[in-house]
């Protein structure tokens, strides 16, 4: 069988829908089957199978899946993202979140803020916070202000670039001039057009694999503030429920959610209150 000329069968379009969705949570609908088709011949050519039925029944053994697990969900995400992507959230947190949790319960003063990135891609969105946060910290009168941020990720090959911090040039633009100066180094080989995250601000931050479709997340202490954006847009209605409930669970009364432009809470029952479009609060249940 051409790998090239194979279509995917409707078997395994199934047995992959089931597969993905049932670990992942991603709603692999038949829009995606061109994209998913494309994705698996990548991954079948990689591991030398024969043709994309045999790719699938590779994936479906436990050897398989044991060997092939952490490329095929690399294959199956989406990883677009950006420093200061949907800049109005990264505002919000400077100019209203950060100070009204000082106040309210010391986050930040009296003990550290906690901040996770679910769904962190390639470190960009956590970098950004990073910087933000340290600045908030160089405004404070007394500069003993302590955060914390948590990014986690499905896909261990997102967790290792963004554990390295190397980006393009081209990467950082976003990024104002003044906190490039602050936070970002050039590399010394000016060719090879590349940046590098500060190691300060590289320790800021702890990357590690989580699936939101755990039942455990591991969070030792509760969150003040919670970065879930452009990941929920790929699961079911019903799965968004459940894991946003999760989610919400490890929030603080009072502690925040940030989720993505094109991504609509209506009609989920969540303990939850809209403070400005796509900002949500926790309230008491
Ligand atoms: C489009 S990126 C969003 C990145 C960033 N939050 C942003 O808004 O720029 C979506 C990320 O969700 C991750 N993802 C998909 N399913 C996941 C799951 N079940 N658990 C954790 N992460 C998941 C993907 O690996 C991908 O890196």
């Given at each position: 069988m051409n790998l090239d000329a194979e279509t995917l069968s409707d078997r395994d379009f199934r047995r992959m829908q089931d597969l993905i969705g049932g670990e992942c949570g991603i709603d692999l609908a038949a829009s995606k089957r061109v994209m998913l088709e494309a994705r698996l011949k990548r991954r079948a050519?990689?591991?030398?199978?024969?043709?994309?039925?045999?790719?699938?029944d590779f994936v479906q053994r436990p050897e398989g899946r044991a060997r092939e697990w952490d490329s095929l969900v690399d294959a199956v995400t989406t990883h677009k993202t950006d420093f200061f992507r949907e800049p109005a959230h990264f505002d919000y947190l400077a100019d209203h979140a950060v100070p009204m949790l000082a106040d309210t319960s010391g986050a930040g003063t009296r003990r550290p803020l906690q901040l996770w990135s679910a769904a962190s891609s390639t470190g960009e969105e956590p970098y950004t916070l990073a910087m933000v946060l340290s600045e908030c910290a160089?405004?404070?009168?007394?500069h003993d202000y302590r955060f914390h941020i948590e990014a986690t990720d499905i896909s261990t090959a997102v967790l290792e670039t963004a554990r390295r911090g190397v980006y393009p040039e081209t990467a950082v633009e976003p990024v104002?001039?003044?906190?490039?100066?602050?936070?970002?180094?050039?590399?010394?080989?000016?060719t090879k057009h590349l940046v590098r995250v500060s190691p300060q601000l590289r320790h800021q931050v702890?990357?590690?694999?989580?699936?939101?479709?755990?039942?455990?997340?591991?969070?030792?202490?509760p969150l003040d503030i919670v970065f879930c954006r452009n990941v929920m847009i790929y699961f079911t209605r019903p799965k968004q429920q459940t894991i946003l409930q999760h989610i919400v669970s490890?929030?603080?009364?009072?502690?925040?959610?940030?989720?993505?432009?094109?991504?609509?809470?209506n009609g989920l029952d969540l303990?939850?209150?809209q403070v400005t479009p796509t900002v949500y609060r926790r309230r008491d249940v």
């Open positions: 050519r990689a591991v030398g199978a024969a043709s994309l039925a045999a790719y699938c160089a405004a404070m009168p007394r104002p001039l003044e906190l490039r100066r602050r936070y970002l180094l050039r590399s010394k080989d000016r702890t990357f590690r694999p989580l699936n939101l479709m755990d039942q455990d997340y591991h969070f030792d202490e490890h929030l603080r009364v009072g502690g925040y959610l940030m989720m993505g432009h094109s991504e609509s809470l303990p939850l209150e």
